[in-house]
């Protein structure tokens, strides 16, 4: 079994960024890429930041934040990938962009290394598929942001194998996470399929007018003891990204059930997506 010693992270957004940082602070060698070198450079400029309020809070010491910042190398593209134990693939949530990262991942990477993709919904099997390995690619979905969240989802597509599964679980472990097996690639795994249901039934009590944006949320966290309410974490995670993940949900079911609300379409063609652009569901200063 291959032991995972340097994990490449292509994609260096919310979600990329973190889960680099997680695996730093895990004693990985780290490899951040995207297409472009500054966005890499603002993912590590928040882990500083995040560090230093670690250090404040008592949490880490100056040293483990100057060793956790030395293991990671910063670059663009693939480069640096060759020698990597395992790669996630953090990059947006496009299967046709995915797709062709894949087919390149696949070419550059040595090849026992895992292939692991942070896909909030699409098929692994598909993008299994545009490898030669389709045994050592697996889902592994961390969830927002991956530095506080204490889950991984583990997903098998049709041909991963049992050792890619205890290797991937064993990774997420060892960066302090806990995981669950999702055993079949069926879209939107398992956290998603249920966010998402009750995500549709908030904006619907909204468009029919049965309580506001401000009171659904409310509900949420003070009936059912959530942490947040639904259009909280959406603009949270990303108003496209929720988007995305139903879209691909109504495009595998055509059931009308996923199909994207209305006032949601409107948020997106307004660009309104959430925190990261100062407006989503609720108004923020930017
Ligand atoms: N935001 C969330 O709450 C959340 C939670 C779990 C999983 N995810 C999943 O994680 C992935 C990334 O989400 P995010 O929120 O970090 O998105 P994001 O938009 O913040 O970051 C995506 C990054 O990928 C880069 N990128 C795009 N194409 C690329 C390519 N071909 N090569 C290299 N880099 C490329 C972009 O420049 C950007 O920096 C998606 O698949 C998403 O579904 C998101």
Redesign the pocket.
Known sequence: MVEIKKIAV?????????IAQVAAQSGYDVVL????IK?VN??VDRMNAFWQKSIEKGKMTAEQKEKALGRIKCT??FSDFSDADMVI??????LE??K??FR?LDSVCKPEAILA??????SITVLANETKRQSQVIGM??????SLMKLVEIIRGYYTSDDTVEIASAVAKSMGKITIEVKKDYPGFVV?RLMLIQYIEAIKLVEEGVATLEDVDTALKLGLNHPMGQFELQD???V???Y??LNYLYQEHKDPLWNPPQSLKALIRAGRFGR?TGAGWFDYEK
């Open positions: 292509l994609g260096a957004g919310a979600m990329g960024g973190g890429s995207d297409v472009d966005y603002n993912a663009s593209g693939e953090v990059i947006i949530e496009d962009a995915k062709a990262a390149e993709t942070n896909t909030s919904s699409m979905h961390f969830f927002n942001p991956p998603n949270f995670g990303g496209d990204i929720g995305h993940v990261k």
